[in-house]
């Protein structure tokens, strides 16, 4: 594995770029390479490999709060020591995204942005060495096909959110898309110009159903199935896709496939917040949720709690729900139950006093990072049949979803697009939903209780809905272009 990771930090130093010095003049690199993915063993290391940095990348900080947090769900907590204490101010690694003033010189995103092209990179390198592999079954090597394609796919799609401008941005689709990396680095250095936006959802929508006709039962790597992509989440996948691309037919058929078909069933009213609240296990209607870090005892060594936890009134994590999202929720609907009110120590008007703040209990304990749930289906099925002038079957859909929570039904179709939205934002808080879902509606950005940013509304259209390509790689790829205003 050793040289397989070498090849992962050149390909972070140098993403999509000129990485022929290190290519060439790395001792045995090559070889290395090709001894490390010759036999299946090896192949299955190495995809075990990338969903760990694919893990690492999705939970990141970054990445983990940025949806929550443009969007307005999602607050700052005080410090809690210091000559600071009690004072609120923005995480110094989020602060110029928080502000919508993030900058291509040293980008807040640049690790994220390195990342995600590094996963893309070994992914395609498993791609292109599966194949030939003499010990695999062709069943076998189909299963690792699969899912090495769900997985260039899925990044691809969260730097398209990230970096591009939503698909309904111009007609066609027509702006700038983003790098669709479709070949390894070591297949040879390219300096690839970014495709359309319609091409880069071409392009991940046909890796998913390439990634479908290749599935099996199981995946060949060990620990929990909800760890690694299979059929269903890759459909789940390919729902939000269309979602985005505004596919609104696929978008209606492919989410409506896996609540049918899955096996997989909604938590019920009665054990809805149990289920938050327990340590460890996702919850049951989880489709994908990738497996935590543990250290050489086997505890988790980091997780989602470490954004959002609360241990005591001097250990807890940076963010807490904005009252812009608590004051969404109806006085009965269960789901205000899923907030954990703890009053800290905060700085007003010079004075430490006494603030409640709201933490999540999504993200307690040894949280890991939601990918895909049951419900996110729901809602998904209710957009696309009210954009398919099926008014009735969307407001089903919804009332499914209120009905657990024990909010009220609605009785009227009327309004219906903003309370998918507005369900769609209270179901899925804290989940990486709301800041993407207000880009592709053409939606305006206003956020109040707790802002503290330069910009706290954001009208649309908007340059700002998108991050700079950091400059280093701007540099080195002449065909890469920025995106406008950085």
């Not at 390894?184 to 880069?200: D, F, H, L, M, V």
């Amino acid at each position: 594995m050793k040289y397989f990771k070498y090849l992962t930090i050149a390909v972070l130093l140098c993403t999509l770029q000129s990485c022929s010095d290190f290519l060439e003049q790395e001792p045995g690199t090559k070889t290395s390479i090709d001894e490390q993915l010759q036999n299946k063993q090896g192949v299955l290391m190495a995809l075990r490999g990338v969903y760990s940095e694919l893990e690492a990348n999705v939970r990141n900080e970054r990445f983990a709060v940025y949806a929550d947090l443009q969007g307005g769900n999602i607050k700052f907590t005080p410090t809690v020591s210091g000559s600071s204490r009690g004072e609120i101010s923005a995480p110094s690694f989020i602060k110029k995204v928080y502000s919508f003033e993030d900058d291509s010189d040293e980008s807040d995103f640049k690790s994220f942005y390195d990342g995600s092209y590094d996963i893309i990179n070994q992914a395609n390198l498993i791609l292109e060495y599966t194949p030939n592999l003499a010990d695999a079954t062709d069943a076998e090597k189909n299963q690792i096909k699969a899912e090495a394609l769900t997985i260039k796919a899925y990044v691809h799609f969260l730097l398209s959110q990230i970096y591009a401008q939503n698909y309904g941005y111009t007609p066609d689709a027509a702006h700038p898309g983003i790098i669709y990396s479709t070949q390894s680095i070591k297949s040879g250095i390219q300096y690839p110009a970014r495709e359309t936006a319609a091409n880069t959802y071409s392009l991940i929508v046909n890796d998913l159903k390439t990634a479908l006709n290749n599935y099996g039962d199981r995946s060949l790597s060990s620990g929990p199935t909800y760890s690694y992509f299979n059929k269903n989440s890759a459909k789940a996948l390919l729902a939000r896709v269309y979602l985005y691309q505004k596919d609104w037919q696929n978008a209606y058929d492919t989410a409506n496939d896996v609540i049918t078909n899955s096996g997989v069933a909604l938590m019920s009213s009665a054990d809805y917040i149990a289920q938050w609240e327990q340590k460890d296990l996702p919850v049951s209607e989880t489709l994908l949720d990738f497996t935590l870090p543990k250290d050489a005892e086997g505890a988790v060594s980091t997780s989602m709690s470490n954004y959002f936890g609360y241990t005591s009134a001097t250990v807890y994590g940076d963010f807490v729900a904005s009252q812009d999202l608590t004051d969404l929720y109806e006085s009965g609907d269960i789901r205000k139950q899923l907030f954990l009110e703890k009053p800290l120590f905060t700085l007003v008007n010079g004075v430490l006093v006494n603030v409640n703040y709201n933490f999540t209990k999504k993200f307690q304990d040894n949280a890991g990072y939601v990918a895909f749930r049951l419900s996110e289906l729901y809602l998904t099925r209710a957009e696309a049949a009210l954009e398919t002038e099926k008014p009735e079957l969307a407001m089903a859909d919804i009332n499914t979803i209120r009905a657990r929570a024990n909010a009220a039904l609605l009785t009227t179709t009327n309004n219906l697009k903003e309370n998918i939205l507005l369900e769609r934002r209270k179901e899925l808080c804290f989940e990486g939903q709301l800041f993407f879902d207000l880009a592709r509606n053409q939606k305006g950005i206003s956020r109040n209780d707790g802002c503290i940013s330069t910009n706290c509304s954001l009208a649309y259209p908007s340059l700002k809905y998108v991050l700079p390509i950091p400059k280093f790689n701007i540099n080195l790829n002449p065909n890469l272009k920025q995106n406008d205003s950085y």
